[in-house]
Every structure is written in C-alpha cells, then in structure tokens.
C-alpha cells in the first residue's frame, strides 16, 4: 500500500526556517518525481515545487524560488521541504505527492504550517 | 502561466443527478488535464488523468471530456458520497495550476 506520511509542521514566526519532511512507502520511492502542493486556509490547491527521480531536475512556482528547497533522499525514501524565510502568505497545509506520469496519484495526510509572530 | 478557470464555484444537486463541472485553460493544455476530488478535512483524490482516464478504483459515473482549452468532468448519477469538492490541474507545463474548485452540495 502507497504511504506519504509528512512530518515537520508547526508555528513559526516570519523570517525565520522550518523543514518539511515526507516519508514514502510502499512503492520504489526512486522510480517517481514527487512534489509538495499547498493550500491555504479555506482556499484551493497550489502546486509548490516538484522533484525529478533522480534529484537532479527541481523546479518551482515564483513566489517560493530562492526561498523554499525540494530534496530527496532514495536511500532513505524520504522528500523534503526546506522553507526559508518565512512569510504569513506560506501559511498552509502542504502536503507531499506522488508523480507518476500525470500528477499526482497519491497524496499524503498533509501538515500544517503556520507562520505568524 | 497558465491560468485555469473553474465553473461553476458552487453547484447544488440532488442524488441522482447528472451535474458537469467545467476547466477552461488559458492555453491550449493538449489534455494534459487532471480531476481531483477533496473532501473536508482529507487530501485530495485523483479522479481522472490526462482528461477522459478513470484512476483505478474510481467509480464509472465519474468521466472527463475535453480538449485544447475546455475540459469537463462530469458524474453521471450522483451519490451521496459525491458531495465534495472538486479541483482541475493543468499539467501541461510549469507551473503547474489548478482551478479554484467547485463545491458540490445536496439540494
């Protein structure tokens, strides 16, 4: 069974890091890209970053570049999320999801971030 | 960017009925074109890929339609566990975009 548990949320205050992680199983975790999707409070879906199998391709919507890392770890089935320099607008549930061909067949629980001083 | 632009944001039905749910591209997406379906609280589903493919395990009332800039997702007869919320993505290109959902409610 395909599992995404993330892992790494809380409150911080603006400006200051935080590192979402996502834990894979149940599939060859280095087969798939994989990516982090956000929403808002009461809103919708926005794509955030995504991730090649290999690690080697990443690639990120505006309003996160220079600030937020996708990463990967096979050997350890994990996707990652550095967020730096936090803004009150990242306040979301992100949660990590599968590319398999066409985005994205499976998701994880989601965690919330919330950043405000 | 592409943007996706979602109709209708809130649409009331009754079970059984039919009910489309439309996506409009502001390019053409050459059906690069995913439906998902959230409800409260949980993470999205993925009904169907590259427009008209059923994910394995969803339901045949569930179907997609569309090419170039119009897509549709349609159910065929609505169940009580329909009543949820539905998002479109584009695929076709980063960055990648979803429309703003439509929130299916009971009559």
């Known amino acids: 069974e395909v599992q995404l548990v993330e892992s790494g949320g809380g409150l911080v205050q603006p400006g200051r890091s935080l590192k979402l992680s996502c834990a894979a199983s149940?599939?060859?975790?280095?087969?798939?890209?994989m990516a982090w999707v956000c929403q808002a409070p009461t809103k919708g879906l926005e794509w955030v970053a995504s991730i090649s199998t290999g690690g080697g391709n990443t690639y990120y919507r505006d309003s996160v570049k220079g600030r937020f890392t996708i990463s990967r770890d096979n050997a350890k089935n994990t996707l990652y999320l550095q967020m730096d320099s936090l803004r009150s607008e990242d306040t979301a549930t992100y949660y990590c999801?599968?590319?398999?061909?066409?985005?994205?067949?499976?998701w994880g629980q989601g965690v919330m971030v919330t950043v405000s001083s | 960017d592409i943007q996706m632009t979602q109709s209708p944001s809130f649409l009331s039905a009754s079970v059984g009925d039919r009910v489309t749910i439309n996506c409009k591209a502001s390019q053409n997406i050459n059906k690069y074109l995913n439906w998902y379906q959230q409800k409260l609280g949980e993470a999205p589903k993925r009904l169907i890929y590259n427009t008209n493919n059923l994910q394995t395990g969803i339901p045949s009332r569930f179907s997609g339609s569309g090419s170039g800039t119009d897509y549709t997702l349609t159910i065929s007869s609505l169940q009580p566990e329909d009543f949820a919320t539905y998002f479109c993505l584009q695929h076709n290109s980063f960055p990648l975009t979803f429309g703003s959902g439509t929130k299916l409610e009971i009559k």
């Open positions: 149940g599939f060859t975790f280095s087969n798939y890209g």
């Open positions: 999801a599968r590319q398999a061909g066409a985005p994205f067949d499976y």
